[in-house]
């Protein structure tokens, strides 16, 4: 069964527009991470977020994590046509094992 | 450079084939995965190798059977592909597990028909 699930499936919003997207998980992790994928392409790594962070901020990326609330969020500020892409978040339990979800798909309309 | 290499980017063949995806890094990592999304885009993981080690099964048919030669490769062997092998297929590389970031190919399109 998945570890982690986003929502929502699939966002659109205008290009200067802020994009939010969550993530809810079952089991105690070691850390989260989101990825980024472009269509046809492979995954790229954004942010790492450790189990006893909080938030973390990488340029116009914001990322929480609640560890009682086996969740975390992913907010993208002045959203740009480039970011267009299915967004994935993936736990790492410790066990050699990074598991993903579905992802979120954004477009971002000019 | 390349990190992670894998080839070919696209593979049709016929049911009851067998074929190969090779896969490399470069980054001197010790963890390498194999990876399948299907067409919703679930990314499932198959396989994870530390060391050039066995280390995750995730319940995989066993005509696939992954070969790690050296800690730098990981290849996917399929046998008799069946259609529902139909999918996009990832290698990626991680220095420890899933403690820092894993870094992907750029995928195998594999085709069934």
């Known amino acids: 069964s998945q570890q982690g699930e986003e929502d929502p499936q699939a966002l659109s919003i205008q290009e200067g527009e802020n994009a939010t997207m969550n993530c809810s998980y079952k089991?105690?992790?070691?850390?989260l991470q989101w990825y980024r994928q472009n269509s046809g392409r492979g995954l790229v790594h954004l942010i790492l977020?450790?189990?006893?962070?909080r938030e973390k901020h990488s340029g116009r990326l914001r990322v929480t994590l609640d560890t009682s609330k086996k969740s975390s969020s992913l907010l993208i500020t002045a959203s740009r046509a480039a970011d267009t892409a299915s967004y994935f978040c993936a736990t790492d339990v410790g066990d050699y094992k990074l598991s993903f979800g579905a992802g979120t798909t954004v477009t971002v309309r000019a | 450079d390349t990190a992670v290499s894998q080839t070919p980017k696209y593979l049709v063949t016929q049911m009851g084939n067998d074929k190969s995806i090779k896969c490399e890094q470069n980054?001197?990592?010790?963890?390498m995965y194999w990876y399948k999304q299907d067409s919703k885009k679930f990314l499932k993981i198959m396989f994870s190798?530390?060391?050039?080690?066995?280390?995750i099964n995730e319940t995989v048919p066993n005509r696939f059977s992954p070969k790690s030669p050296d800690k730098a490769h990981l290849n996917l062997h399929i046998n008799s592909l069946e259609l529902g092998d139909s999918a996009v297929y990832f290698c990626?590389?991680?220095?420890?597990?899933?403690?820092?970031?894993?870094?992907f190919g750029q995928g195998t399109r594999l085709t069934v028909v």
């Open positions: 977020i450790r189990s006893n962070e």
């Open positions: 190798y530390n060391n050039k080690e066995l280390i």
């Open positions: 990626a590389s991680s220095q420890v597990g899933g403690q820092e970031e894993a870094f």
């Open positions: 980054l001197g990592h010790d963890t």
């Open positions: 089991t105690s992790i070691n850390n």
